[in-house]
């Protein structure tokens, strides 16, 4: 009870909060793409603290070592928002895949148009796929970093979805690293719940994997080996961990 009381308290704080970023989104549209990062994840940096401050839902992560020295591909297991947000503090400047319909969601949409991400129509198949390459190469070649979550939706913890070549594509296409990330933020913070229970959710940087000498179902294969076999081994302890907190 007292979990869900304190998520709703930080619904409260957060509301107020993106309506400002979203206005000021769309004021600072005519500047530079850099600019606008750097402004808008003030965003995230926002919704993050006061997660942890009201919520008692903090994060660590392992693995930043391995992160190349290049722009790369990062894809990762998708649970919830959690991974969406925390992302834009944890890796790089960035620019994530999404669906384009999130634009039409009032005031949040908004900030998600100004960082530029690459929106696709996810029922355009191959000219969906097209457009990622196109400019996925793009902005890695302009020193951008992009995320994508293969399983294309969230995913239940100790669950599977079906992982796109997509990503891997992408990778072979600009000749960059994979970097592969496992986290278990859907223990915490689940799909379409208000609930957010307290906590630390961990985050698994892996090895970066080379697209060199290998097909786009090779390396699939290896992204989705390595992440799902990260969950297994954080599911038991953030499960008990989240179930001993919310009581």
């Not at 600019?35 to 660590?60: D, Q």
């Not at 000749?175 to 859907?186: D, E, K, L, Q, T």
């Not at 630390?200 to 390396?219: H, N, Q, R, W, Y």
């Amino acid at each position: 009870m007292l979990a869900l009381t304190r998520s709703w308290f930080f619904y409260i704080g957060l509301v107020p909060y993106t309506i400002f970023y979203s206005i000021l989104s769309l004021l600072i549209l005519p500047l530079p793409r850099s600019w606008r990062y750097w402004i808008i994840t003030g965003w995230a940096r926002f919704v993050i603290l006061w997660l942890k401050l009201i919520c008692g839902l903090s994060w660590r992560v392992q693995g930043l070592e391995h992160l190349p020295d290049v722009p790369s591909v990062i894809l990762s297991k998708h649970q919830s928002a959690w991974e969406t947000i925390s992302f834009q503090l944890i890796f790089p400047r960035q620019c994530q895949v999404l669906k384009k319909e999130l634009f039409k969601i009032p005031f949040f949409g908004w900030g998600l148009w100004s960082l530029n991400p690459i929106a696709i129509d996810r029922s355009a198949g191959v000219r969906a796929l097209k457009q990622v390459l196109e400019e996925g190469r793009q902005r890695i070649a302009d020193g951008w970093w992009v995320v994508l979550f293969p399983e294309g939706t969230r995913i239940a913890p100790g669950e599977r979805g079906r992982y796109s070549q997509t990503g891997a594509a992408l990778a072979a296409k600009a000749g960059c690293p994979i970097v592969p990330v496992a986290h278990n933020a859907g223990v915490f913070w689940r799909r379409n719940s208000v609930l957010k229970r307290p906590g630390c959710i961990d985050v698994m940087v892996g090895e970066p994997i080379s697209p060199a000498g290998k097909t786009a179902k090779e390396l699939t294969s290896e992204v989705e080996q390595w992440i799902e076999a990260a969950c297994s081994s954080l599911a038991n302890s953030s499960s008990n961990e989240a179930l001993s907190t919310e009581k």
